[in-house]
């Protein structure tokens, strides 16, 4: 076995769309496996972990033709050093087991490879000197996540046996978790259930999808507010399971991204240029409510967050025009 094969933790292949023509290797697999960034993905490529139909290329730059076989050996994963920075962000509670804080739109929460800096993790190690080491060197401290682009409530476990039973709560499904959402449409109907299954993109690493292979979800929406002059409604959202992308994947089912989701649908120009200026790089998602026993002491925790930056001055928008 060489010492390429000893590396390797997964094999996965694939085909080059007609809308992908003409882009560079290092882009195409950027877009298809979204857990890397670019550049530790033009690292591999140079290192050697990427087949064209069947051949080894070293050049992050090549151009792709539609119909080439695009295979890409994942490496196992290195252990990544993460450093404390001084990142800001705002906490709701602690005590010496857990703690409670608003994470930034924008902020990654855990390093990965090519993400070792500027993440949630890299600005707990900083303010919090007695985190939970059951994540590993990657994840100390965290239970659960969330995505990039969204804001909002999140608890981190400061000891092990808070991890440990935080943990179970999440599994078995004692957590209570309330979101608030802008998206595009007016939403027909007041109340809605979405029961449906989610599984990864067969195509695209990044994105998840509706599959009936994929693992059961349960999303619960209800309308707050319809602002029909720009098309958008908001919504209390709350999901039962925790799916990666589910709200996102399941109000776009729907035929109602969220505001900035271009992932999953949302179109720039379907909102006022203002409303895209105030949005920058986020989506119109929060994590405004976050309910759970107590790892400790078993007391039920309820929190909840006014609108944080930028949700809070695109929704005065448009109540104000």
Known sequence: MSELEKKIAEVLEF????????TRLDNFLTTAYGEFSRSYIQKLIEEGFVLVDNVQIRKPSKKLKQGQKV???????????VL??????DTVYEDKHILVLIK????????????SSGTLVNALLFRVKDLSGIGGLERPGIVHRLDKNTAGLMVVAKSDMAHIRLAEEFKERRVF????????????????????????HPTDRKRFWISQEGKPAKTEYRVIKRFEKHGVSLLDVRIYTGRTHQIRVHLSSLGYPILGDTTYGFKTS???????????????????????????TGEWMDFKIQDPEPFRSVLAFLENT
């Open 71 to 81: 295979t890409f050996f994942v490496p196992q994963p290195e252990p990544v050093k």
């Open 84 to 89: 404390p920075e001084d990142i800001p962000f």
């Open 177 to 200: 978790k309330g979101y608030r959402a802008l998206v595009s449409g007016l939403v027909k109907e007041d109340t809605g259930l979405i029961e449906k299954p989610i599984g990864r």
């Open 104 to 115: 930034p739109c924008g902020l990654v929460v855990h390093p990965s490879p090519g993400y």
């Open 270 to 296: 379907s909102v006022d240029r203002r409303i895209m200026k105030l949005m920058g790089e986020c989506h119109m998602l929060v994590s405004y409510r976050l309910g759970f026993y107590h790892p400790i």
């Open 15 to 22: 085909t080059v769309e007609k809308e992908f023509e003409g």
